[in-house]
């Protein structure tokens, strides 16, 4: 079995690593007759194409930046950051191995069979995240009114920004993808004509107290998918250092990935090979592996500048309200 851990060790830069990587596991792929090894060295491509042909990302951003600079004149009272990112290598290769654990253990327990080789592919296409937006807004105290709520108003203004999303972006070569969501899950706060489109964690609000607002666009020029999440800045403080941080959900989802006691050893080669190779992931030392441009002390203290384990940062924006201070003209 080939895994992402046999290459991180040479020294060789993030993309050396993806070809190779990429190219071995299609080869082996073709011995074995494996079709989900050749799925997932066809995911390891579109990263690959992101990496090496990033003029769409420039085109992507740019665009997505016209959304930003309609905000900067339709709401000059309001702080707000966009970000961007391209999700990491080590994360991307553990969540799409992490999506075959949990659905082929989530079926033999639903079903007490095992799914096929058809159903188990289909289920990877909805990674849809490769490429992803946060925008953050918040409203500086100066332009709350006296026993105005700041969190009512930041919230108001959030599903203000949601509403006109879809139609701005549509216009600039985007398609908002249906949610599948129930549309008992969402606030009223949304109009019935962008409901579809949105995963409302704010109106449902997911464990640990995560709230935002979730959108997928396919990019009809990059012909790409990605996501735009909206949150107040106190969202955005418990997603990233409150109950909610990225660091105890990835800890909730290597849980869920370790699960295997129902499926015997041999039952299922592609459990087998996807549950190996998360569990090679979580448990390496970081400190120990030699990949271009990246150095830790340990698996906390991370100088990634190569995406290998942080996603790279794709379109840093911060508009401060022209009104922060007392000085209003």
Known sequence: MITLNDYLYSGDTVLKILHSYAADLRESAKERKNTIDTAHSNFLVQIIEMLEHNDFLTSQSNRIKELYKYMTVQYPYLAFTFKGRIKSLIRAEEKFNGYIVEYIYDYFCKYGKLPTETEIKSKLQCFRDLVAYRIVISLPKCHLKEGESREQSELDLLYEVA????????????????????????????????????????????????QSLHITLYDNFARCYTEVQLRTKDMDDNAEIGEANHFGYEKRQESNRTRREVIPVGECVFFDEAYERVQMLQNIDLSEIDVNMFKAIDNRMINDGCGLFRGRQILPFEHLSRFQNDLID
């Open 163 to 210: 509403e006109i999303l879809p139609d701005f972006l549509e216009e600039r070569g985007f398609t908002a993808e249906l949610s599948g969501v129930p549309q008992d899950e969402f606030s009223d706060r949304l109009s019935e004509k962008v409901r579809p489109y949105y995963r409302d964690y704010i109106a449902v609000t997911r464990p640990f107290g995560y």
